[in-house]
């Protein structure tokens, strides 16, 4: 029997890519569901998924850029840079242009240690301010327009809209207005993982199955 194909996948981001819910007392990470997918979706292959998620960071003179430096310090290879950040940002006060230039340096950083980098989205928050909901606007059309060879995005923002929801399926799915409860981690990974395996198709040296994907 031929030794299984292993794809390692760094989630890399805030408190929402940690987890975060119930106030930060119990994390949830999208990852769990998103191995679980992946997993059941590429039987031949070993999913090695690990999460770094810091709560609070931002991507303008925070974290980040240390964070991620020092995970390719440990001299870990990975095929997949998974990784959202901004929306602290957003919240702190900052422009989208200044948190795109700092999530480019970010992407550019996993272009050279990974395969490929997937870009996520900013989900909505619970704020009424039109002024806000412009920035995020702003922000997540600059990511979706960035294009880069082994650069791809997942729309996770548009996967889980917080206003369009419907009333009773958003009480099931977003905890405080920011963060999201357990079914709405496992919706994120749902909406990562169904973006992933649309890549593995199209790039696949054939097209008969997922499973000949090779990173």
Same mark, same amino acid.
């Given at each position: 029997?031929?030794?299984?194909?292993?794809?390692?996948?760094?989630?890399?981001?805030?408190?929402?890519?940690?987890?975060?819910?119930?106030?930060?007392?119990?994390?949830?990470?999208?990852?769990?569901?998103?191995?679980?997918?992946?997993?059941?979706?590429?039987?031949?292959?070993?999913?090695?998924?690990?999460?770094?998620?810091?709560?609070?960071?931002?991507?303008?003179?925070?974290?980040?850029?240390?964070?991620?430096?020092?995970?390719?310090?440990?001299?870990?290879?990975?095929?997949?840079?998974?990784?959202?950040?901004?929306?602290?940002?957003?919240?702190?006060? =900052?422009?989208?242009?200044?948190? $795109?230039? &700092? !999530? +480019?340096? *970010?992407?550019?950083?996993?272009?050279?240690?990974?395969?490929? /980098?997937?870009?996520?989205?900013?989900?909505?928050?619970?704020?009424?301010? =039109?002024?806000?909901?412009?920035? $995020?606007? &702003? !922000? +997540?059309? *600059?990511?979706?327009?960035?294009?880069?060879?082994?650069?791809? /995005?997942?729309?996770?923002?548009?996967?889980?809209?917080?206003?369009?929801?419907?009333?009773?399926?958003?009480?099931?799915?977003?905890?405080?207005? *920011?963060?999201?409860?357990?079914?709405?981690?496992?919706?994120?990974?749902?909406?990562?993982?169904?973006?992933?395996?649309?890549?593995?198709?199209?790039?696949?040296?054939?097209?008969?199955?997922?499973?000949?994907?090779?990173?």
């Amino acid at each position: 029997m031929a030794p299984q194909q292993e794809i390692r996948i760094l989630c890399f981001g805030a408190s929402i890519t940690a987890g975060h819910y119930c106030f930060g007392l119990k994390h949830h990470p999208y990852a769990v569901r998103l191995k679980s997918r992946l997993q059941e979706a590429l039987p031949s292959h070993t999913i090695t998924i690990d999460v770094d998620g810091l709560s609070g960071d931002v991507v303008i003179k925070g974290h980040y850029l240390p964070r991620l430096q020092h995970r390719f310090k440990e001299n870990k290879k990975y095929h997949w840079l998974i990784l959202q950040g901004g929306g602290n940002d957003l919240g702190s006060g =900052s422009d989208p242009g200044p948190i $795109y230039d &700092e !999530l +480019n340096k *970010l992407w550019n950083i996993g272009l050279l240690k990974c395969a490929k /980098v997937m870009a996520l989205t900013v989900t909505e928050t619970n704020t009424e301010s =039109s002024q806000m909901k412009a920035r $995020y606007q &702003e !922000l +997540n059309g *600059l990511i979706r327009g960035h294009e880069e060879q082994n650069f791809f /995005v997942a729309d996770v923002c548009k996967s889980l809209p917080y206003w369009s929801m419907d009333p009773e399926l958003r009480k099931k799915v977003w905890d405080d207005g *920011l963060h999201f409860k357990p079914l709405g981690y496992d919706m994120f990974g749902d909406a990562i993982a169904d973006r992933l395996l649309e890549v593995f198709r199209e790039t696949a040296p054939t097209t008969s199955s997922v499973e000949q994907y090779k990173l």
